[in-house]
């Protein structure tokens, strides 16, 4: 709908900012425009009431307007080839890796020499774990910023990220970092300035003068870290108050309810926009609204405040795609694609932590019941938007997904989840694995899995115990894990250190700041001298390395990979075995993987399922050409293997 007012409120900022909008700004001009009815309406959603309601609206065009000046001009022409492109990020061709630069290579400066490592791995994707200011040993691994806009002398500067980023632009290599939306560290200055009593700054967080209204909060929030950090308030002595802190005691919640925070978080998104960054993680969104009487978490203002922000991005750095990091129920997590009107309108990305989560189910179990009852939900995800697909990553695991689920495929949920918490922490006799639990909750005995991804997959105890046949399993697990979130659809993020087999490190136990956070046992200091062992043949390293080489190798090769919502799980004609059919048109991938401990058989009927039936297959795994055979007879699919099968005819 035309609305003469508002169109003329915005235009009249465009004129008083002397955008030349015939000319060089015509582009940034038509979206403005183009979004502005859609912009006004999310934010009078969520600011209409308030007294600054309006001048913080006239606030967040200026900063739609200064975010596109300041944008470079090669950074536009960037966004302009990525519009042609369409959705780029759904592409078969980029596969990422998450790191920590000083615990990767020591600092900023020092990854660009680190590039033809990951680009030999087939890695043309980072992201950059927080590398804005936190107070060391007050960090919780950078997701507490004390300052957005300045590099954490422990990483590097400013200049050193920009020179980064330069660099991968010009190896045609994309790069992602955290926007911390949630929450500030008690050190930032607006946290310094609510502490001496400023009621501005006190705004800027929720602080309450005495327990009444924390106390009715924390009857409905769930803790996250209810080791570390029960309860969701902290007492604050210096101004006598209490303020929410959700996560750790040193992580002050923003106020979003206050128009000021929203501007001045949309003025640091563009600012690491125009960094020359291509995706942007939002850390925990599911956070960022909060209302008395509710869980504080997924609530629809939180979308709406998603989707403003997406709307801005749209008009001053349209080439920005977002990552929502929602690690929650299913069905809550593809809300954060957007619903209704804005379906497939929220965040381009999301981490896909319900498949991950049941990867880790069906290899403790060697069953794939459950994993396959929970797809209906992840399959819901929209055409345009993709997953980040992953086995490991610098959190926890949690097993989020819905009792349901797990009853559906014929287990008690409570019992199911001790065994796996007792699988993973190594405490069942029969478990390889080598993790522990996370977050315990002594109320609901709720805990979640920390542990990397060799670790839990048995490597670690069969190098104790010098098992060769232990070891060989071992790997087989890791490649098993990765193959399947390779190839699943959308984006592969690795976590450093795995591509190499690196086992839990204990050192954090020594570490004040990490002691009391069992996470760290699965973020390792890379030691390069393990990591070149990666070219000697016949060594560990070299095993997992080249053959995860080989997966991203086969992936980019294939097309049919994208992540173009083309994936049809198949008939479990075993319950061992987890497939399904990636196609386009004509070409077809078939995936199979095995989680139990011995061969599996799979009978050939599987490929006549789909389609017109097929009668020869290229395996590009085992480098195999197999034609199939009777409905009787079988693929064996050897134990933790799994074989990528595309029709040849
Ligand atoms: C995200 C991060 C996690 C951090 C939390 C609080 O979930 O991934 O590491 O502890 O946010 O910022």
New binding site residues.
């Given amino acids: 709908m035309y609305q003469y007012s508002l169109h003329n409120r915005v235009n009249e900022a465009c004129v008083k900012n002397k955008l030349a909008t015939g000319g060089k700004d015509q582009l940034f001009y038509a979206r403005l425009m183009a979004n502005t009815a859609a912009i006004r309406s999310l934010y009078t959603e969520l600011y209409g009431h308030h007294p600054r309601g309006e001048a913080g609206f006239d606030a967040l065009v200026q900063t739609l307007i200064n975010a596109h000046l300041q944008r470079a001009a090669v950074l536009q022409e960037k966004d302009h080839s990525k519009e042609k492109q369409g959705h780029w990020f759904l592409s078969n061709e980029i596969a990422g890796m998450s790191l920590y630069v000083d615990r990767f290579c020591g600092g900023l400066d020092n990854l660009p020499g680190k590039l033809p490592y990951l680009k030999e791995l087939g890695v043309n994707f980072l992201h950059l774990m927080p590398v804005f200011q936190s107070p060391e040993g007050e960090s919780?691994?950078g997701?507490?910023v004390s300052d957005f806009r300045k590099v954490d002398e422990r990483f590097g500067t400013l200049d050193d990220l920009q020179k980064l980023q330069l660099r991968m632009q010009q190896e045609q290599m994309h790069l992602m970092i955290d926007i911390?939306l949630?929450?500030t560290s008690q050190h930032h200055e607006w946290a310094i300035k609510a502490r001496a009593g400023d009621p501005v700054y006190q705004d800027y967080f929720y602080m309450y003068e005495n327990r009444s209204l924390p106390d009715q909060f924390d009857s409905t929030m769930p803790e996250i870290f209810p080791e570390s950090s029960p309860g969701s308030f902290t007492y604050v002595k210096e101004c006598n108050k209490w303020v929410m802190t959700v996560?750790h005691q040193y992580?002050w919640d923003l106020n979003y309810t206050n128009p000021a925070v929203f501007n001045a978080m949309l003025d640091t998104i563009f600012f690491y926009a125009n960094l020359g960054v291509d995706i942007l993680r939002i850390?925990?969104p599911a956070f960022i609204w909060k209302q008395l009487g509710t869980t504080c978490q997924n609530l629809p203002q939180a979308h709406s405040l998603l989707r403003l922000i997406r709307q801005c991005v749209q008009v001053a750095a349209p080439g920005l795609a977002l990552l929502g990091?929602a690690?929650v129920a299913p069905k809550e997590i593809m809300k954060y694609f957007g619903t209704g009107l804005y379906y497939g309108k929220e965040c381009e990305v999301a981490y896909n932590a319900t498949q991950m989560a049941l990867q880790w189910d069906a290899l403790a179990t060697g069953d794939t019941r459950v994993m396959l009852t929970a797809q209906h939900d992840i399959l819901q995800k929209p055409y345009g938007c993709t997953w980040i697909n992953y086995t490991r990553c610098?959190?926890d695991i949690g097993l989020g997904y819905e009792d349901a689920s797990i009853e559906a495929a014929g287990f008690n949920a409570y019992g199911h989840r001790k065994y796996l918490k007792e699988y993973y922490s190594g405490v069942h006799p029969d478990s390889p694995a080598m993790g522990a639990l996370f977050s315990v909750n002594p109320k609901t005995q709720d805990a979640r899995i920390s542990g990397s991804l060799a670790s839990l997959c048995g490597l670690e105890k069969a190098m104790e115990a010098y098992d060769e046949k232990e070891l060989e399993m071992s790997v087989r697990k890791i490649l098993l894990m990765q193959a399947q979130s390779f190839f699943i659809g959308g984006i592969p993020m690795l976590f450093y250190g795995d591509e190499v087999g690196y086992t839990n490190d204990y050192s954090y136990l020594n570490e004040e700041g990490k002691s009391y956070d069992n996470?760290w046992m699965h973020r390792p200091v890379i030691n390069w001298d393990k990591n070149e062992r990666a070219k000697e043949s016949g060594t560990l390293e070299q095993k997992i390395f080249s053959a995860t080489r080989r997966l991203l190798q086969i992936r980019k090769s294939l097309p049919v990979v994208a992540d173009h919502k083309n994936l049809t799980w198949l008939t479990p004609h075993n319950i061992h075995v987890a497939g399904f059919l990636r196609s386009d048109g004509k070409k077809k991938l078939y995936c199979l993987f095995n989680f139990q401990a011995k061969a599996a058989y799979v009978t050939w009927y599987t490929f006549k399922e789909h389609g017109p039936a097929v009668t020869r297959l290229y395996d590009h795994w085992n480098e195999q050409k197999l034609t199939v055979g009777s409905d009787y007879e079988y693929l064996v699919i050897a134990a933790y293997g799994f074989c990528l099968l595309e029709v040849v005819g």
Avoid: C, P
């Fill in positions: 919780d691994g997701y507490a911390v949630n929450h996560f992580q850390d925990a990091e690690i610098h959190d996470r």
